[in-house]
């Protein structure tokens, strides 16, 4: 079994994870990271795990660095499950700084705890799929692809499955303005994690 009793899960990033966690009681939210927790207590009963939502609106590979201490390292995870990408184009964090500051936070991981580690590819920035928006976050998705092999960590395909389904869907919308996800985006987030951590026997269907 992947999760073990008594383990900590930390998901850190942008709004896309936050998705309300401040003003609900639980502090989880109501996005894919409550998704996630539920799945998790639900399919694993005899495992009480710590879910921990560090998400904040906004935020860049730049912001996490401020409060990566505060946030990730003295939380001691087991696991730092880290989605962040979308604002880094939106406010042109380079590529360097992204891929340094991206190495420089894990590597700090590595060393104070013994987190694994789960990376999260970005989603989308349109359900459009042939406007070529998407195409944007690519040179970031590669960076993520390169520190979840250098790191040992588990990769989680998430624009691949938002733009395949993008390709085959019928009618459908995953978010309310484009980023944000509704209920159904908050949902195909939390399988595909669910997924890449091998815990559902009937993994969503990805590109080649």
Known sequence: MLFQ???????????????????????????YVRVVRD????????????VENRGISGETILDLKARWQEDVIALNPDWLSVSIGINDDWKEVSLTQYRDTYRELLTETKKQTAASLILMETTIIS?????????????????????A??????????YQVFTQYLRTQQGKVLTYDQVHMNS???????LNWL???GIRNEPLPRSS
């Open 39 to 50: 799945y998790l207590s639900i399919g694993l009963p005899a495992v009480s795990l710590q």
């Open 149 to 158: 092999e250098k790191f040992s960590a588990i990769l989680v395909p998430q």
């Open 195 to 197: 997924d890449a951590c």
């Open 184 to 190: 159904t985006g908050n949902l195909l987030m939390a």
């Open 127 to 147: 359900e459009n799929p042939n406007d070529g928006k998407n195409e944007r976050l690519l040179p970031y998705n590669q960076i993520i692809r390169e520190m």
């Open 5 to 31: 009793q008594g383990q900590r899960i930390v998901f850190i990033g942008d709004s896309i994870t936050d998705c309300g966690r401040k003003s609900d009681p639980e502090g989880i939210g109501n996005g």
